[in-house]
């Protein structure tokens, strides 16, 4: 029996509801035909001359009208506030799982990952938009001039973007036994021509980097800017730094014994030592690396920290990339 009272009460209320805009509209348009034949007709003017409390009751119909379209727009109001209260909630709710998922797909803090998850991290910094700086400490900048090079191609027009690269290498205009060559005592020595082609291939890097500026100027995708240093010191280390936030790190694991296209084609003495006329290089592209960001906790902090005041000591002390050498030709081992 109740079920059925509350459903004729709302019955009535929406009927009521949708009905009282028209009432109210015809009751207003006769109130005011009957006002407007008054002033021309006099019987029906005498007639409500004296009619105080008509009037006073068309004030209050008229005030109740008022009222009702105020309460009408406040509720509007309300509910929009309530409305846009539960879609910021859904908002927040939402940014709260896209963190988490992110949390659960980023690699933990130290995790072991390869090079692809480091360009991954490098589209997602620079499509991101806003001031990027990237660095890299490594041996000729290969894998970090190469990726970058496609990734700088792809990015969406955003005038706005500064993206700032640096890049420290070593010095390979000094003698250095890693990469070398193996001497004719089977121990690692200098190679000044295998030297010579290395400082060709950074500046070939630097190069391409640079080529990027223009390009990004000329399709609106932002500014760049590239910076090449050098430092004498072993190739051993790689580092490679996103905002400072995160940081990946490796080591040249590899070592490539490989014939030496500058030796001289000499018949090799019975004694020589083993491996005498090989380069020694130092491979790195499939080297694996830690990642540590800033949400990795106090002890991914604590390595970041470590890791970027130690860049930051050697960059402070290196040098510009000096001009490249002509490589000397290779001996005819025909």
């Not at 894998?143 to 290498?169: C, E, M, N």
Request: aromatic content about 8%; glycine content about 8%.
């Amino acid at each position: 029996m109740s079920d059925t009272r509350r459903s004729w009460g709302a019955g009535l209320a929406a009927g009521w509801e949708r009905a009282e805009s028209t009432v109210t509209r015809l009751f207003l348009a006769v109130v005011f035909g009957v006002g407007l034949v008054a002033q021309f007709v006099k019987p029906v003017g005498d007639a409500l001359q004296d009619k105080v409390y008509l009037g006073g009751a068309l004030l209050t119909v008229v005030g109740y009208v008022l009222y009702a379209e105020v309460q009408r727009l406040n509720e509007a109001h309300s509910a929009q506030r309530a409305t846009e209260e539960s879609l910021a909630a859904v908002v927040r709710r939402l940014d709260d799982e896209v963190r988490r998922l992110n949390s659960v797909l980023r690699p933990r803090a130290g995790a072991v990952v390869t090079s692809e998850e480091l360009k991954r991290e490098f589209r997602e910094a620079l499509h991101a938009g806003g001031e990027v700086r990237l660095t890299a400490m490594g041996f000729t900048g290969e894998t970090f001039a190469g990726p970058l090079i496609s990734i700088l191609q792809g990015l969406p027009r955003d005038p706005l973007r500064k993206v700032s690269l640096r890049v420290l290498v070593p010095d390979f205009a000094r003698e250095t036994e890693v990469p070398g060559r193996v001497g004719p005592d089977g121990k690692a020595c200098d190679s000044p021509e295998f030297r010579a082609d290395l400082r060709r291939q950074i500046a070939g890097h630097e190069s391409a980097l640079n080529g990027q500026i223009g390009r990004m100027a000329f399709a609106e995708r932002g500014t760049l800017t590239v910076e090449f240093r050098v430092l004498h010191m072993s190739p051993s280390l790689k580092l490679y730094f996103i905002d400072n936030a995160v940081v990946y790190e490796g080591i040249y694991d590899k070592i490539d014994l490989r014939p030496d296209p500058w030796a001289p084609a000499v018949p090799t003495a019975p004694d020589s030592g083993a491996g005498a006329g090989q380069l020694l290089d130092l491979i790195g592209n499939d080297s694996l690396l830690a990642r540590w960001s800033r949400d990795g906790g106090d002890h991914a902090l604590e390595i970041i920290r470590r890791r970027s005041t130690f860049f930051e000591t050697l960059w402070s002390k290196a040098h510009p990339l000096s001009p490249t050498p002509r490589l000397p030709p290779r001996p005819d081992v025909s």
